[in-house]
């Protein structure tokens, strides 16, 4: 086992996440060992979800943003949950600020970590969990030969997605205000993945950005490019699980008066074409 090389994906709350999540475990990676239903790592929540804390860049502490990949890698791989109780104060506190997650929430997750001691390491690692990407910069430094997947899906279905916690809560990440509007949460995703793409680049990065249509659309070749990319083994089964949402294209169903030739513009700088975006609503 290699420590060095995990798998990272990560994306907007929304973006078609999971069924990446569930292609990795059938492969042999240990995603975590303490999963929401979306395969979300809840160690990392626990640790790294923490906006009143880290969603100012410029006044995090990178001595203790290293500490807490330095635990959270620890945890994952020995199982020793004992590297984490020196910083349940500074939690606890974070999440009373935060107001996210409540005190049931908190006890499930310290006991599972109580519970984990003595667990055997994984020959492959890696972790999905939403909001990685705002810590991709220190974990490219701890991890230079780890693989990241940011998980893309088209802007004008995310304008009007529900899941809108990481516009609202890491507003202050990308320096805009809180996102409520359509076309407020669609800035919010070009910024974004712009961000994502531009950061992991200048990290000199191992990355690919997933488009969560191609993976629906055109799942063989999608899948084996990736799955060779990260050097793991394309089962056949693997080809049945992306499915095309029922929200595919919901854009359709909104009002788009806020929509301009800009907005366009923005889209085809993340990879998405106007003429493609129309042919999908038609086929729909």
């Known amino acids: 086992m290699n420590n060095n090389k995990p798998i990272i994906v990560s994306g907007l709350g929304g973006s078609g996440t999971r069924v990446l999540g569930q292609i990795l475990q059938d492969a042999g990676v240990c995603i975590g060992n303490d999963l929401n239903a979306s395969l979300d790592n809840l ?33 994952s ?22 107001r996210y997650y409540g005190p049931v929430w908190l006890f499930s997750r310290l006991w599972k970590l109580r519970r984990k ?38 802007g004008l279905d995310m304008a009007y997605a529900p899941n809108d916690q ?7 990440f990308l320096g805009v205000p809180p996102c409520r509007t359509p076309a407020e949460k669609f800035n919010y995703w070009y910024l974004y993945n712009q961000y994502m793409k531009t950061s992991l680049m200048q990290a000199g990065a191992d990355f690919h950005m997933l488009r969560l249509e191609d993976l629906f659309l055109e799942p063989e070749s999608t899948l084996e490019s990736l799955m060779s990319a990260l050097g793991l083994v394309l089962e056949p089964q693997m080809i049945d699980l992306p499915r095309v949402p029922t929200t595919f294209c919901r854009f ?26 129309e042919e999908w609503a038609a086929r729909r």
Request: glycine fraction near 4%; aromatic fraction near 14%; charge should be positive.
């Open 252 to 277: 359709r169903d909104h009002d788009q008066e806020w929509v301009a030739e800009d907005t366009y513009r923005k889209l085809s700088e993340c990879g998405y074409a106007r003429s493609e975006l």
């Open 77 to 98: 791989l020995t199982g020793s949950g004992r590297a984490v109780w020196a910083d349940v104060p500074a939690i606890v506190s974070d999440m009373l600020k935060d």
């Open 117 to 154: 001691n003595g667990l055997p390491p994984p020959d492959r690692w890696g972790w999905k969990e939403p909001h990685a990407g705002y810590f991709f910069e220190p974990l490219c430094r701890r991890y230079p030969q780890a693989k990241f997947i940011i998980v893309m899906r088209n």
């Open 166 to 172: 990481q516009s609202r809560y890491w507003n202050r």
């Open 43 to 75: 160690l990392f929540s626990l640790l790294f979800k923490r906006p009143s804390r880290f969603s100012c860049s410029d006044r995090r502490d990178p001595a203790y943003v290293d500490r807490c990949i330095e635990r959270f890698e620890k945890i």
